[in-house]
Each structure stands twice: as structure tokens, then as C-alpha cells.
């Protein structure tokens, strides 16, 4: 990734923090980006005790004008973005249970805003400024496509953003791609799961070495990664 400018949002905690301290340690650019300063800024000095070179912005993926600011900077600084990862996701309350018919209107409304909103947003103006072979990663899981009881609006605006991966990748010459790391032990998920520094390597691969028209609108699981890397 040696002199790629990638863009992470949500890169304070969990998913993004890991993919962005992996992707400084590759040798690219990360430009950065979430709503909690504090863990912003941990991620970015991890970043730099690598020598890594890293670029922080606190913004929100709902307001359209930060997102905006976020790829206007990271293209300022790399000529071109290389790789999106639109992984800035919110869950109100605990993972399975959350049932619909007590869903608050204000969780759904956040839900669908931030995740399936902000994908648009992410992805939206990124548009002007990525490389013709750049790629998009949209984390997701299984949870978008399987029902299960307790996981409410959160898997309605996760079902929304893979919508928006289709729709895009359907769309653009760059690949975009759905990215399925299973269960992760973060905030949103819960203490279960893989590390977050476990799975930044499949974001690594879909972002640099999986074939382009094998992974645009497709979703990259943790069996496809693991069979095109053994």
C-alpha cells in the first residue's frame, strides 16, 4: 500500500481503528475520521509510533458538508483516494435485544441516518476524488440478510447500506464491495467475537490484492478470504 491515500471513517474504536492502524503500517496515507476525538486520536497515534503517516479529521458521516471537507483533504494530501472504507456505524441499545416492536422512532431514525445514510454520504463524495482503480469496502454482516429476533433498525440500516454497495458498484467503474468479517468483539457487537486486529487483513486484501470484478457488488466473507489466501 506503500504511497496509497485510503479514507476510514468511524476509525475511532473497534473495526475501523484496526483497519487503519493495519493499512498505516502497509505504508499508505490514512485519512481518518469519526466523532470521538479522543479515540481519534489514539488510533492516529498508534498510526505514528509506526511510522505511519496518518491525517485526522473529527466529522460525522450524517453531515453530508464533513464528508465532504474529509475526501476534499485526504484528495489534497494523496492527488487521488485509493480505497474508501465507509465502516462509521452507531447500534442504540445491546446486540439482540432490540426488538422491533419496541424500537424508539429516535433509534430508528439514527440507525438509518448514520449507517445506511452515511454509507450514501461516504460513498457520495468520495466520487470526485477516487483513483480509476480505487475501491470501496462496506463492512457489513449477516445480520442484513438473515433475520434474527432482537436486532431491530440496526439490521434494517445495515440491510440498507449493502442496498447501497449493490447500487454503486452497479454503477461505477470502481469496485465497491461488501465486506463480511463476521463477528467481531466491538462496542456495537458486544465482547463476543474475532479481534478487530485479526480481520484488518481481509480489508487489506479486499482493498489491494482480490481481484476487482470478483469482489464489485459481491459480498467478501471470511471463507472467500480465506480461500483466496491460503
Not at 24 to 30: F, I, L, N, R, S
Not at 197 to 217: H, K, L, V
Request: proline residues 4%; contains cysteine; hydrophobic residues 40%.
Amino acid at each position: 500500500m506503500d504511497g496509497d491515500t485510503v479514507v476510514v471513517t468511524g476509525a475511532s474504536r473497534g473495526i475501523g481503528a484496526a483497519v487503519a492502524r493495519l493499512f498505516g503500517v502497509e505504508g499508505a496515507h490514512v485519512v481518518c475520521c469519526a466523532r470521538d476525538a479522543d479515540g481519534l486520536a489514539s488510533t492516529a497515534d498508534d498510526i505514528r509510533d509506526s511510522r505511519g503517516s496518518v491525517t485526522t479529521m473529527r466529522a460525522d458521516v450524517r453531515d453530508e458538508f464533513d464528508v465532504e471537507r474529509l475526501m476534499e483533504t485526504a484528495a489534497r494530501e494523496g492527488n487521488a483516494i485509493d480505497a474508501v472504507v465507509a465502516n462509521a456505524g452507531v447500534y442504540h441499545g445491546s446486540p439482540g435485544e432490540t426488538p422491533l416492536t419496541d424500537e424508539s422512532y429516535a433509534a430508528f431514525d439514527d440507525h438509518l441516518r448514520t449507517n445506511g445514510r452515511g454509507v450514501f454520504t461516504t460513498v457520495r463524495e468520495s466520487l470526485p476524488h477516487l483513483a480509476d482503480d480505487a475501491r470501496i469496502l462496506v463492512p457489513s454482516g449477516r445480520i442484513a440478510r438473515e433475520a434474527e429476533p432482537g436486532y431491530g433498525t440496526y439490521a434494517v440500516s445495515k440491510a440498507t447500506a449493502e442496498a447501497l454497495a449493490r447500487g454503486f458498484a452497479a454503477e461505477l467503474d470502481q469496485a465497491v464491495a461488501i465486506v463480511d468479517p463476521g463477528q467481531v468483539a466491538t462496542d456495537l457487537s458486544g465482547s463476543t467475537g474475532r479481534d478487530p486486529e485479526d480481520i484488518a487483513p481481509m480489508f487489506r486484501w479486499a482493498a489491494t490484492e482480490a481481484p476487482a470484478g470478483d469482489i464489485d457488488g459481491a459480498i467478501v466473507d471470511l471463507k472467500t478470504w480465506k480461500r483466496a489466501t491460503r
